[in-house]
């Protein structure tokens, strides 16, 4: 079977980051199409159509998400790309944005159209700044050929874009802190309602969109959302960018049906390859860092035995009892000799450092979480440490203002829910877990 | 570097006149009253310039933005990205999270420290790198990664780090 390619297919192209060869190669006739022949509320009913569910991570209906929007008379209304990609694993929008960087500027140009946007903005993490150069010089690129600004292709419509940066800081991934830290502050999350749908950007109503998600609507205007609809399986329609890493033969940003198999996914030919260095799969974290662990026999299958696919409702089949999450599409493979222990203090610290600090579960919960995981994985644990963890676990989850606190607690849980006997042997061999050196090449002595 | 501490508290520092120009550009980007807006771009801006943001310069941008100073490093202390105290010419990165973690970064981190016979955080003497390490900088699949002035450098090994030294080594000589 074919995979149909609806973002990438065109990326590979010499010069497509120029418009000039983007143009060349059908870009934006998906823009003069709509502008000429449709209303800005039919796009969104053909984004409706389409199935489009937010490519983030949180898998929420686009269309649905930005029928909410709040029109109130002489308001202004903005729409906000979110490219703060900042999510351990993922690293897709990035390679979007450098290879086909006038995909997202169309993309957002459509989208504003349907919104009624005069202003929209894109959000880019601080440590993405080359990209934001390639962004800012495609604009000025649409600008002098009158497809950004006034009037644009004939259209009446009118629109200006803003390239951000962030200042280095994952929570701004976070739709309402991203918004926060484009109005020039700290970003610490609202509290939630009011919705950005109805007080978002300067108190005005805003729809945020991942990257990915806003570069789909070119091809949904383009062949139409029943197009769109037609690839996947069930809810899970279109395509999906999966960032592949960990020890993966080829590692890599591959533009998949929705609906392809795990085990295609890793082993397959024209995607990973298998496990690097001819090694065993241990386990999977499929959609970014918070998301629950998968240990290799959940991996390829469900607990009921059926073919684990790459959908939102296959890879999330048994719940947090046996599966996952697609989440953002950042999927960490780990090989047999790759440590569970380690690597959950590692997200742990992870998720400590980048607490915003705002709500005392998260604030405090997640630095415990750390320093008991960090104890554990340096020999200096105890048994009831583990019991201790999913105790901090439980007083996080749901109770902080957004949802950083649980993605920092699922993983501590389901590393222990599926892998409690290696958490059990670093306490109980504390000499040979040191070193084993878990998940670490020999350590060389540089003296 | 060190001449601008006896500065800390005392004179704010400017901009310089190409980057004046470039931070009203940025600030033109912005509706009227939402000048604030551009803080964060303009501190990357001034780091850029200085190599990191003493009291002196976010002052400056404070009136520039016209708010409040404390506005300024509330949000200078808030994001990872901002030396808050004088670091190296070179400042080296290095992605420290899982995903670059299986594939190698401790060891990386460990050979940069003793190719450069500092710690995590510390400066060379001749202050020319400064070693520090961040959280996932979007380069999952292509780790061990650092970052050195906007630029990736990936797939490291020792021979790309010594390279990679020698060669910032050399051009900050000439």
């Not at chain 1, 046996?322 to 569970?340: A, K």
């Not at chain 2, 970064?105 to 060379?124: A, F, M």
């Amino acid at each position: 079977m074919k995979n149909t390619m609806l973002l990438l297919d065109k990326a590979h192209i010499e010069g497509i980051e120029s418009l000039e060869v983007y143009r060349k190669n059908g870009g934006y006739q998906a823009l003069a199409k709509a502008l000429k022949h449709f209303a800005p509320e039919e796009i969104v009913e053909e984004v409706k159509k389409s199935g489009l569910r937010g490519r983030g991570g949180a898998g929420f209906s686009t269309g649905l998400k930005w029928s909410f929007l709040a029109k109130p008379e002489g308001v202004p209304r903005y729409l906000v790309c979110n490219a703060d990609e900042s999510e351990p694993g993922t690293f897709k929008d990035r390679y979007l944005m450098e290879k086909i960087p006038h995909l997202l500027i169309e993309g957002m140009i459509l989208s504003s159209y349907a919104l009624g946007a005069a202003h929209s903005f894109i959000y880019i993490r601080g440590e993405y700044m080359w990209i934001l150069n390639i962004l800012q010089k495609a604009i000025q690129e649409a600008h002098a050929a009158g497809l950004l600004g006034k009037n644009i292709l004939g259209s009446g419509y009118n629109l200006e874009l803003t390239v951000a940066p962030g200042g280095g800081a994952y929570i701004c991934g976070e739709e309402t802190a991203l918004l926060e830290s484009l109005e020039g502050k700290r970003g610490n999350p609202r509290m939630k309602p009011p919705f950005p749908a109805v007080k978002g950007l300067w108190g005005c109503p805003t729809v945020v969109n991942n990257v990915e998600t806003i570069a789909a609507v070119v091809p949904i205007l383009l062949h139409g959302g029943d197009h769109y609809a037609s690839i996947g399986i069930g809810k899970s329609t279109g395509t999906k960018l999966i960032s592949a890493c960990g020890n993966l033969v080829r590692p890599g940003v591959y533009e998949i049906e929705m609906g392809l198999s795990v085990e295609e996914f890793i082993y397959g030919d024209d995607y990973c390859r298998g496990i690097a260095k001819g090694k065993k799969l241990k386990a999977c974290v499929p959609g970014g860092s918070s998301v629950p662990i998968l240990p290799h026999y959940l991996v390829l299958e469900t607990a009921k035995g059926e073919k684990r696919l790459m959908t939102y409702e296959s890879l999330a089949d048994g719940g947090f009892a046996s599966g996952s999450m697609l989440g953002s599409g950042g999927f960490i493979v780990f090989d047999e000799d790759q440590c569970i222990v380690r690597n959950t203090w590692n997200f742990a610290r992870f998720y400590a450092h980048e607490s915003c600090g705002q709500c005392s579960p998260c604030r405090e919960g997640t630095g415990w979480m750390e320093k008991v995981l960090n104890r554990l994985e340096h020999g200096l644990g105890n048994i009831r440490d583990i019991d201790l963890l999913a105790d901090i676990n439980k007083k996080i989850e749901g109770n902080t203002i957004c949802p950083l606190g649980d993605a920092a607690a699922w993983p501590v849980a389901a590393a222990i829910r599926h892998f409690r006997e290696e958490f059990e042997w670093h306490v109980t061999h504390k000499e040979e877990s040191q070193k084993r050196n878990f998940g670490l090449a020999p350590v060389k002595a540089f003296v | 570097m060190n001449t601008e501490k006896h500065l800390i508290f005392k004179e704010k520092i400017p901009f310089s006149e190409s980057n004046l120009s470039k931070a009203k550009e940025i600030i033109q980007q912005y509706p009227e009253e939402k000048s604030k807006s551009a803080l964060i771009a303009l501190l990357h801006l001034a780091q850029e310039e200085r190599g990191w943001l003493s009291v002196g310069t976010m002052d400056y941008i404070a009136d520039l933005l016209h708010i409040q100073p404390i506005e300024v490093y509330e949000v200078a202390t808030f994001y990872t990205m901002f030396h808050l105290q004088p670091v190296g010419k070179h400042v080296m990165e290095v992605c420290r999270t899982g995903p670059c973690m299986l594939v190698g970064s401790d060891q990386i981190i460990q050979y940069l420290e003793h190719k450069l016979e500092i710690k995590v955080g510390e400066t060379t003497q001749d202050g020319l790198f400064t070693l520090k390490t961040v959280e996932c900088l979007g380069a999952c699949g292509y780790g061990p990664m650092l970052q050195c002035k906007g630029q990736n450098h990936e797939f490291l090994n020792e021979e790309k780090i010594d390279h990679l030294i020698d060669s910032l080594t050399k051009s900050s000589l000439t």
